[in-house]
Protein backbone atom coordinates (compact mmCIF):
# COMPACT_ATOMS: atom_id res chain seq x y z
CA UNK A 1 0.00 0.00 0.00
CA UNK A 2 1.50 3.56 -0.77
CA UNK A 3 1.37 6.31 1.64
CA UNK A 4 -1.15 9.11 1.07
CA UNK A 5 0.14 12.84 0.95
CA UNK A 6 -2.55 15.04 2.62
CA UNK A 7 -3.06 18.54 1.63
CA UNK A 8 -2.71 20.82 4.28
CA UNK A 9 -5.70 21.20 6.48
CA UNK A 10 -7.20 18.15 5.01
CA UNK A 11 -7.81 14.62 6.51
CA UNK A 12 -4.43 13.42 8.46
CA UNK A 13 -2.96 10.13 9.32
CA UNK A 14 -4.37 10.07 11.98
CA UNK A 15 -7.44 9.90 10.29
CA UNK A 16 -6.64 7.09 7.89
CA UNK A 17 -9.84 4.92 7.77
CA UNK A 18 -7.49 1.66 8.06
CA UNK A 19 -9.31 -1.86 8.74
CA UNK A 20 -8.98 -3.29 12.00
CA UNK A 21 -9.42 -7.20 11.16
CA UNK A 22 -7.88 -8.42 8.57
CA UNK A 23 -9.09 -11.16 7.36
CA UNK A 24 -12.58 -10.72 7.55
CA UNK A 25 -14.01 -14.53 7.94
CA UNK A 26 -17.59 -14.96 8.03
CA UNK A 27 -19.82 -18.31 8.05
CA UNK A 28 -23.12 -19.41 8.62
CA UNK A 29 -23.89 -23.01 8.70
CA UNK A 30 -27.27 -24.12 8.77
CA UNK A 31 -29.26 -27.45 9.02
CA UNK A 32 -31.64 -27.60 5.83
CA UNK A 33 -34.24 -26.98 4.76
CA UNK A 34 -33.34 -23.63 6.64
CA UNK A 35 -31.43 -21.34 3.65
CA UNK A 36 -28.12 -19.61 5.12
CA UNK A 37 -26.83 -16.32 4.34
CA UNK A 38 -23.22 -14.38 5.77
CA UNK A 39 -23.21 -10.91 4.80
CA UNK A 40 -20.70 -8.08 5.95
CA UNK A 41 -21.85 -4.67 6.03
CA UNK A 42 -19.68 -1.70 6.47
CA UNK A 43 -21.88 0.88 9.22
CA UNK A 44 -21.54 4.35 9.26
CA UNK A 45 -19.93 4.53 12.96
CA UNK A 46 -16.69 2.93 11.72
CA UNK A 47 -17.92 -0.84 12.17
CA UNK A 48 -17.91 -3.77 10.41
CA UNK A 49 -20.77 -6.32 11.00
CA UNK A 50 -21.71 -9.93 10.63
CA UNK A 51 -24.85 -10.56 9.61
CA UNK A 52 -25.97 -14.19 9.33
CA UNK A 53 -29.54 -15.27 8.44
CA UNK A 54 -30.78 -16.72 10.56
CA UNK A 55 -28.27 -16.27 13.34
CA UNK A 56 -26.76 -13.29 15.44
CA UNK A 57 -25.27 -10.31 13.61
CA UNK A 58 -21.86 -9.29 15.75
CA UNK A 59 -19.17 -6.88 14.72
CA UNK A 60 -16.27 -8.66 13.26
CA UNK A 61 -13.99 -5.15 13.38
CA UNK A 62 -13.64 -1.80 11.88
CA UNK A 63 -12.79 0.38 8.91
CA UNK A 64 -11.58 3.53 10.91
CA UNK A 65 -12.23 5.77 13.78
CA UNK A 66 -15.47 6.33 14.80
CA UNK A 67 -15.21 10.13 13.91
CA UNK A 68 -14.77 9.50 10.28
CA UNK A 69 -17.95 10.38 8.11
CA UNK A 70 -18.60 7.50 6.23
CA UNK A 71 -19.57 9.73 2.54
CA UNK A 72 -16.01 10.84 2.71
CA UNK A 73 -15.12 7.22 1.56
CA UNK A 74 -15.81 5.08 -1.21
CA UNK A 75 -15.54 1.08 -0.79
CA UNK A 76 -15.37 -2.02 -2.85
CA UNK A 77 -14.94 -5.44 -2.67
CA UNK A 78 -13.28 -7.26 -4.91
CA UNK A 79 -13.81 -10.72 -6.13
CA UNK A 80 -11.51 -13.58 -6.04
CA UNK A 81 -13.83 -16.38 -6.56
CA UNK A 82 -17.62 -17.05 -6.03
CA UNK A 83 -20.16 -15.20 -6.77
CA UNK A 84 -22.48 -12.75 -4.44
CA UNK A 85 -26.15 -13.78 -4.61
CA UNK A 86 -27.45 -12.73 -0.99
CA UNK A 87 -31.05 -10.49 -1.78
CA UNK A 88 -29.92 -6.92 -1.93
CA UNK A 89 -26.14 -7.17 -1.96
CA UNK A 90 -24.01 -4.88 -3.02
CA UNK A 91 -22.31 -5.67 -6.38
CA UNK A 92 -18.72 -7.13 -6.45
CA UNK A 93 -16.39 -5.61 -8.27
CA UNK A 94 -17.67 -1.44 -8.38
CA UNK A 95 -17.17 1.68 -5.96
CA UNK A 96 -20.23 1.73 -3.87
CA UNK A 97 -20.21 5.33 -2.06
CA UNK A 98 -20.16 5.21 1.95
CA UNK A 99 -23.04 6.83 2.48
CA UNK A 100 -24.97 3.99 1.22
CA UNK A 101 -23.79 1.96 3.54
CA UNK A 102 -22.45 -0.96 1.56
CA UNK A 103 -23.33 -4.52 2.20
CA UNK A 104 -22.19 -7.99 0.31
CA UNK A 105 -23.44 -11.39 1.11
CA UNK A 106 -24.04 -14.75 0.12
CA UNK A 107 -26.95 -17.22 0.55
CA UNK A 108 -27.62 -20.95 0.01
CA UNK A 109 -31.24 -21.94 -0.78
CA UNK A 110 -31.07 -25.53 -1.07
CA UNK A 111 -28.40 -28.40 0.32
CA UNK A 112 -24.47 -27.58 -0.16
CA UNK A 113 -22.13 -24.35 0.02
CA UNK A 114 -21.91 -20.90 -0.92
CA UNK A 115 -18.74 -19.10 -0.69
CA UNK A 116 -17.29 -15.44 -1.96
CA UNK A 117 -13.85 -14.41 -1.34
CA UNK A 118 -12.21 -11.48 -2.14
CA UNK A 119 -10.31 -8.12 -1.31
CA UNK A 120 -11.72 -5.04 0.03
CA UNK A 121 -10.74 -1.61 -0.51
CA UNK A 122 -11.29 2.19 1.09
CA UNK A 123 -10.22 5.10 -1.14
CA UNK A 124 -11.42 8.75 -0.85
CA UNK A 125 -14.97 9.37 -1.91
CA UNK A 126 -14.80 9.72 -5.88
CA UNK A 127 -11.06 8.38 -6.59
CA UNK A 128 -7.71 8.14 -5.53
CA UNK A 129 -5.29 5.71 -3.73
CA UNK A 130 -6.93 3.17 -1.96
CA UNK A 131 -6.17 3.61 2.05
CA UNK A 132 -6.27 0.19 2.89
CA UNK A 133 -7.34 -3.42 2.02
CA UNK A 134 -8.26 -6.84 3.56
CA UNK A 135 -9.42 -10.21 2.93
CA UNK A 136 -12.62 -11.12 2.87
CA UNK A 137 -14.35 -14.86 3.14
CA UNK A 138 -18.19 -14.97 3.20
CA UNK A 139 -19.68 -19.15 3.38
CA UNK A 140 -22.92 -19.55 3.96
CA UNK A 141 -23.89 -23.48 4.24
CA UNK A 142 -27.17 -25.66 4.56
CA UNK A 143 -26.58 -29.48 5.46
Known amino acids: MS ?23 IFNGQSSPTDAGAEMEIQADGDVFSFRTPGVNFRVGGWGNPSLDI ?38 TGFGTTTFTGTLRVRPSGGGDDFDTAAVSLEAEST
Open 3 to 25: MIQFPAGSMSLLDNPVFESDPYD
Open 71 to 108: SDFDFRLDTISGTLNFPGSDAADTWIAGSTIPRWGVEE
